[in-house]
């Protein structure tokens, strides 16, 4: 069974930053993304950033330039360095992989998110 262990969030001041990790361990056999996704009080939850086992990133619009993703293959763990915060990126955030387990199913999993909170 894999697991997501999340870590980071926390409070902040407008301007300031913040850098989540997410580690994933148990019965991994490959990894082909992971992403950060975020959710606001009253809203859907939406994408922030994803990587795949190729170091290829895609993120969204409002987070462009102030986030940055990046993962450690060697360690099944994936860090969202965010910079330049704003109130409005206050939200949960959470972590997801995709990939293949030791008998080759596939496989899709959430972290248990990690509040982000930024006062102005």
């Known amino acids: 069974q894999v697991q997501l262990v999340e870590s980071g969030g926390g409070l902040v001041q407008a301007g300031g930053s913040l850098r989540l990790s997410c580690a994933a361990s148990g019965g991994i056999f490959s990894i082909k993304a992971m992403g950060w996704y975020r959710q606001a009080p009253g809203k859907q939850r939406e994408l922030v950033a994803t990587?795949?086992?190729?170091?290829?990133?895609n993120y969204a619009d409002s987070v462009k330039g102030r986030f940055t993703i990046a993962r450690d293959n060697a360690k099944n763990t994936v860090y969202l360095q965010m910079s330049s915060l704003k109130p409005e990126d206050t939200a949960v955030y959470y972590c997801n992989i995709k990939g293949s387990s030791m008998v080759l199913l596939p496989f899709d999993y959430w972290g248990q998110g990690t509040q982000v909170t930024v006062s102005s």
């Open positions: 990587i795949t086992s190729g170091g290829s990133t």
